[in-house]
């Protein structure tokens, strides 16, 4: 197992001077607690390393995955519970929560790494790329003009969802809309592809890619999606123009503000825009901002106990602790069986396989009740209704490892298609949100890993003529 490479030095000396002071500062907190801060810290540390290296894919599954399971429970269990609605607070004691979650969690994390070697799958040949675009300098527009065009056509595809970032996966319609919203994204690779390649990058043209983005995120009031290929566009200049630690810290900085703003802002945005009929946009985002700024939102213990129930998907796993197996025995594979089904087989050949967000399975095992589909059961918790403590650390450990195992195939595909690494943002965007339901994450990475095949497929010739002389010169 290899998780540190000689390009991506972790400071132990760093690390381990942060962990001092944390526990200086926090003499109180548990040592589940501390613990849990510490795995979260180690893996937020190696993201911020990478850059300027890979695309970190396992690495931002890590870090997402700690501060929803860790950090937001962290807080809640010490303080925060109080300030929040009962329906929001953590239903278990804190020992019975992270005897689960910090096993479950470390095992989905090895998954991810083991075998992974130099990082196959994430680790770019810059010098193949540059070599591909030069020979190609259209590809990168073409990508940009079909996903733009897609996007533009999606628009008219009636659809049912409102409330879910996870576009087209639910209701009628959806799947015509999700894999529109899947070719949309190619604009995304486009960009990439132009930042990477030998020609001078298109500055306007990236910031009319980010623009649309930032538009449709306004317009929707979700804005999960933009944070996520803000982060995928920084990796990828990062990895063109190998910035020092000191512009690192600072991008670090500006995204941290941008995230905690819109987490403070959105409730009060998407108040603005869904119900009381206001225009989408900077002026009314700017407006909500003052108003979140005015009632004393942003400092607000109360308010900040909310904001934090948003990045805490561990309330929801307690919810299911408290309810399986007590009130309802564990499915020992049966709701799993469900998940697959739903994510593997088209709805042509199993008609009645779980809808995205279906409230019932949610709270059968939850006991919560809801009605509109806001919440996931996510990948720890379908683990744990499905095989418990420890058999749920082991499913956890195989998740990761099939992810890890998707990384390496397109390792192996990208030595005849350089470019093929630059999808795999495409393939993951969705599914390291922790919070998602697994039927959703696993039937998003068939559905874009198929259009990708098909991708490359048709425009086999364009994408793999250029290189496989040269492949067969180094053999």
Not at 88 to 116: N, Q, T, W
Not at 225 to 251: E, N, V
Not at 386 to 414: A, D, H, P, Q, T
Request: charged residues 15%.
């Amino acid at each position: 197992m290899n998780f540190f490479l000689n390009k991506i030095k972790f400071n132990w000396i760093f690390y381990i001077g942060l962990a001092l002071i944390i526990r200086v500062l926090f003499p109180n907190i548990s040592l589940y607690s501390y613990l849990a801060i510490l795995i979260s810290l180690h893996q937020i540390l190696n993201l911020f390393n990478s850059f300027g290296v890979i695309i970190p894919i396992r690495y931002i599954f890590g870090t997402f995955m700690c501060l929803q399971m860790f950090i937001g429970p962290v807080f809640q269990y010490n303080g925060l519970d109080k300030f929040v609605f009962s329906f929001y607070s953590m239903k278990v004691p804190e020992d019975v929560y992270f005897s689960y979650v910090i096993p479950a969690v470390i095992c989905f994390i090895v998954g991810l790494h083991i075998r992974a070697e130099k990082f196959n799958g994430e680790l770019l040949d810059e010098n193949r790329i540059k070599e591909f675009s030069e020979k190609n300098p259209d590809q990168a527009l073409i990508f940009i003009g079909v996903g733009f065009f897609a996007s533009i056509f999606s628009t008219i595809i009636p659809t049912d969802f409102s409330t879910t970032e996870a576009v087209g996966q639910r209701g009628g319609g959806g799947w015509i809309f999700f894999i529109l919203y899947l070719i949309g994204c190619l604009k995304y690779i486009g960009a990439f592809l132009l930042i990477l390649g030998k020609s001078k990058m298109k500055t306007i043209t990236i910031v009319v890619v980010y623009g649309s983005i930032i538009a449709t995120s306004l317009g929707t009031g979700m804005f999960h999606d933009l944070l996520t290929w803000i982060i995928m566009l920084a990796a990828i200049i990062a990895i063109r123009y190998k910035p020092s630690i000191y512009i690192k810290i600072i991008f670090a900085f500006c995204f941290i503000i941008l995230a905690f703003v819109i987490q403070i802002v959105k409730d009060n945005y998407r108040t603005a825009i869904w119900q009381s009929g206001g225009n989408s946009g900077l002026a009314t985002f700017a407006q909500a901002a003052e108003q979140s700024e005015s009632s004393n939102d942003v400092f607000d213990i109360k308010s900040l106990a909310l904001s934090n129930v948003r990045i805490n998907q561990g309330f929801i796993i307690t919810n299911i602790m408290k309810t399986v197996p007590e009130q309802v025995p564990f499915a020992n594979g049966e709701e799993l069986g469900q998940i697959l089904e739903a994510a593997f087989l088209p709805r042509v050949l199993a008609p009645d396989k779980l809808e995205a967000g279906d409230q019932k399975i949610f709270n059968q095992y939850t006991g919560l009740g809801i009605t509109k589909a806001t919440m996931g059961l996510s990948s720890v918790g379908d683990a744990y209704i499905n095989f418990g403590i420890i058999g749920g650390s082991v499913f956890m450990f195989f998740l990761g490892l099939l992810y890890n195992e998707i990384l390496k195939g397109f390792y192996r595909y990208s030595k005849n298609f350089p470019i093929l690494l630059l999808f795999t943002p495409l393939v993951f965007y969705f599914p390291i949100r922790p919070d998602s339901e697994l039927q959703t994450n696993l039937g998003h990475v068939i559905k874009s890993t198929f259009l990708i095949l098909i991708i490359f497929t048709v425009w086999k010739s364009n994408l793999q003529l250029q290189f496989s002389r040269k492949l067969n010169k180094e053999d």
